[in-house]
C-alpha cells in the first residue's frame, strides 16, 4: 500500500500564553524566540497512522510538507517514526495561501509522486486549524474523503475507518483510492528511537518549487478568503482566590459560593 | 454580483429541527434582514417537509426540502450532493452550517466543490461596511481571534459554533414557500458507506450537554486520583472532562479529552483541577460562564481565565469541597 501523508510545521502549541504574541499589522503571529516548531499534533498521528498500516501490511510512506526550508525538520521526525521519502514544498508563491491554494499545491505534487492509495492528512492544523485542507485536497483530485478518524484498517480494495461523532463512533467504508483525516483520538504517536533516527539524519530531503511541480501562478493568485483582522482576546476576567485559613475552609468557602453560583 | 440570500443548512434531530439550525436561522434572519435579502433553509430527509412550518416559523422565507430515505442519517457523498446541486441552482450569497459532526466534515468538502470562502467553528457572524460576511473565529487554540472575510469567492460560507447565539424567536403567524428538492440522491454515486454506528455510553451526563462539568490535568497523578474528579462531577450532575495529557495516561477516555484537539464545552460551572490552562485545552473550555481553577502553582496560566481559584494540592481540597457541596446538594 503507497500512502503519502501530508505534514505541517507549526508553532509549538504548548507554550505558555505569555510567549504568545501577534503582528496585528501583518496578521501573522510571532514565532517565540527560543521555542523550536513541532509537527502539527494532528499530522503526527496521521503519520502514526500510516506507520500502523505499514507495519501490518507493508508499502510505503511518503510525506510532503508545504512551508519554510526548515520544514524537512517534520519531514525527518515523520522518517524517523517510519515513513520511507519525504519533501517540502517551498516557494515564495507558497506564502499565505489560504486553504484552496494550499490544497492545490499539495494536489501538485502528490500528481508528480505518482501512484498511490491512500492520502493522509490531519484534521486540521495545530495554528490557524482551519479544518479544510484535507476535503478540497480530496475533491482536487476526485477521491473518497472521510474525516476525523481514529482507526484505519485496510484490505485488498478498500478501507474501514472508524471515526469520531459526538456520542461515539461511526464506522465508515471508503475505496481506495481515498483520503482520510486524521484526529488526535487515534491514540499517542510513536517515539522514534535508534536506527530510524539515524536513517531520517542521513535522509536527503528534497524542496519541490512551484516549476518543480507544475503549479501555475494563477491557481496560486486566487484567493478565497483573506484574514481582515487578528487580535488576541482581552480576558478581563479577574480571578478572586476563595479566602480559607487551611484547604479545608477554602474548599468549604469555595462550595458556598459554586451553590449559589449554581 | 448574481449571488443573493442566506441559506441556512439545516439539520434534524430525533424528529425536529435541531438547536444548532434554530440558532442560524436567528443569525441567518439578521444577516438576511442587513442585507435586504431572503432567508432560506435546506432540511434534508423524509421528515423534511413535516418540520418546513418550523423553519418558516424561526425566520426562513424558502424551505428546500429534500425528502429522501437517504439523508435520513448523514452520509458524505449524499449530503455533499444534495446541498452542491441546491447552491449550484439557487446561489446563495451566504451559506450557514453548524459547527457539528455534520458541518464540520460538510462545510469544507461542499466549499471544496463550490470554490467559495469557507470560516471553520466561527464565534461570531457579522457584515462590513461592503457587506461582506464577517466571520469571527478562534486561531491557535484560542489564543487569538482572526476575522475572516471572503471578497470575491462565493458562497461566503461559515459552520457557527453551537450556542454561540440566542435561538431563533418563533413567530407561527409568518409565511413562507416550501420549495421540494428536485430529484433524489443516486445511490451509485456514493463511494463513502456508513457501516456502523456505535453509541458511546457515557455515564450520567453527556460533556456537551452538561451544565458542570469538571476536568482534571497531568497534576492527577495516577487514575485512582482522577476517581476524585469524578465524585466532584457525580454530586454536581456533571460531567467529567480531562487533558489531552490526562488521557494520553489513560487516566480518562479520549472521548472526553477538551481543548482544540477534543471537545469544546461551554457549562454554566467549569471545574478545573490540576490542570496548568495549555491553551490548547483553554481553548475547550473558554465559553464556561464560570471558570474554577483548583491548582497548587499559583503561577499556572488557568488563573487567568478562571473566575475563582484555590492555591492549594486538589488532594486537600477535594474532598472537603466534594463533601460540603453533597451536603449543599442534598439540603
Known amino acids: 500500500m503507497n500512502i503519502i501523508v501530508c505534514v505541517k510545521q507549526v508553532i509549538d502549541p504548548e507554550i505558555p500564553p505569555v510567549k504568545f504574541k501577534i503582528d496585528p499589522e501583518k496578521k501573522e503571529v510571532v514565532p517565540p524566540p527560543g521555542v523550536p516548531p513541532v509537527i502539527s499534533v494532528f499530522d503526527e498521528r496521521a503519520v502514526e497512522a500510516a506507520c500502523r498500516l505499514k507495519d501490518k501490511q507493508g508499502g510505503t510512506i511518503t510525506v510532503i510538507s508545504l512551508g519554510p526550508e526548515k520544514a524537512s525538520e517534520v519531514v525527518k521526525h515523520s522518517i524517523a517514526m ?67 478518524a481514529c482507526d484505519i484498517e485496510a484490505a485488498d480494495k478498500n478501507i474501514k475507518v472508524k471515526r469520531v461523532v459526538k456520542d461515539g463512533y461511526e464506522m465508515v467504508e471508503a475505496p481506495l483510492p481515498s483520503l482520510v483525516t486524521v484526529s488526535s483520538e487515534l491514540g499517542l504517536p510513536r517515539l522514534p528511537a535508534g536506527m530510524r533516527i539515524m536513517i531520517a539524519a542521513r535522509k536527503q530531503v528534497p524542496v519541490w518549487k512551484a516549476a518543480d511541480i507544475g503549479a501555475e501562478a494563477s491557481e496560486l493568485d486566487k484567493a478565497h478568503v483573506e484574514i481582515t483582522k487578528l487580535s488576541v482576546p482581552t480576558r478581563k476576567t479577574e480571578c478572586e482566590m476563595i479566602p480559607g485559613d487551611s484547604p479545608d475552609q477554602a474548599a468549604e468557602n469555595l462550595a458556598a459560593k459554586l451553590a449559589e453560583l449554581l | 454580483m448574481d449571488n443573493k440570500g442566506v441559506l441556512v443548512i439545516g439539520e434534524i434531530v430525533e424528529g425536529k429541527l435541531a438547536p444548532i439550525t434554530i440558532e442560524l436561522l436567528g443569525a441567518g434572519r439578521k444577516l438576511a434582514d442587513e442585507l435586504g435579502e431572503e432567508l432560506s433553509a435546506l432540511l434534508p430527509g423524509s421528515k423534511a417537509s413535516g418540520l418546513a412550518k418550523d423553519a418558516i416559523a424561526c425566520g426562513a422565507d424558502k424551505v428546500y426540502v429534500a425528502e429522501d430515505g437517504l439523508l435520513d442519517s448523514y452520509n458524505s457523498d449524499a449530503y455533499t450532493q444534495v446541498a452542491a446541486d441546491l447552491c449550484q441552482k439557487a446561489l446563495p450569497s451566504v451559506v450557514l452550517l453548524g459547527h457539528t459532526d455534520i458541518g464540520i466534515d460538510l462545510a469544507p468538502r461542499l466549499n471544496g466543490r463550490l470554490g467559495g470562502g469557507l470560516a ?48 431563533a424567536k418563533r413567530d407561527d403567524s409568518r409565511k413562507g414557500e416550501v420549495i421540494p428538492v428536485e430529484g433524489k440522491v443516486d445511490p451509485s454515486a456514493l463511494k463513502v458507506k456508513v457501516v456502523e454506528r456505535i453509541k458511546e455510553e457515557v455515564e450520567g451526563v453527556k460533556l456537551e450537554d452538561a451544565e458542570v462539568v469538571v476536568s482534571g490535568g497531568r497534576g492527577m497523578g495516577s487514575a485512582e486520583n482522577f476517581e476524585m474528579i469524578r465524585e466532584l462531577a457525580n454530586v454536581l450532575g456533571g460531567a467529567v472532562g480531562a487533558t489531552r495529557p490526562a488521557c494520553d495516561e489513560g487516566w480518562a477516555p479520549m472521548t472526553l479529552q477538551i481543548g482544540q484537539t477534543g471537545k469544546v464545552v461551554s457549562p454554566k460551572l467549569y471545574i478545573a483541577v490540576a490542570l496548568s490552562g495549555a491553551i490548547q485545552h483553554i481553548g475547550g473550555c473558554l465559553g464556561s460562564k464560570y471558570i474554577v481553577a483548583i491548582n497548587k502553582d499559583k503561577e499556572a496560566n488557568i488563573f487567568n481565565v478562571a473566575h475563582f481559584g484555590i492555591v492549594a494540592d486538589y488532594k486537600e481540597v477535594l474532598p472537603a469541597l466534594t463533601a460540603k457541596l453533597k451536603e449543599l446538594v442534598s439540603a
Open chain 1, 82 to 148: 517510519g515513513a520511507d521519502e519525504g519533501y517540502v514544498l517551498n516557494d515564495a508563491a507558497f506564502e499565505g495561501l489560504d486553504s484552496f491554494g494550499i490544497a492545490y499545491v499539495l494536489s501538485k505534487a502528490i500528481a508528480k509522486i505518482g501512484a498511490y492509495d491512500l492520502v493522509l492528512c490531519g484534521r486540521q492544523s495545530a495554528d490557524w486549524g482551519s479544518g479544510q485542507v484535507g476535503s478540497i485536497l480530496a475533491e482536487i483530485l476526485g477521491i473518497p474523503v472521510v474525516t476525523l
Open chain 2, 120 to 167: 471553520m467553528d466561527c464565534l461570531a457572524l457579522s457584515l462590513d461596511a461592503a457587506k461582506l460576511l464577517v466571520s469571527t473565529r478562534p486561531v491557535f487554540g484560542g489564543n487569538a481571534h482572526a476575522e475572516v472575510v471572503s471578497k470575491s469567492a462565493r458562497p461566503q460560507m461559515a459552520t457557527l459554533r453551537p450556542k454561540t447565539v440566542p435561538q
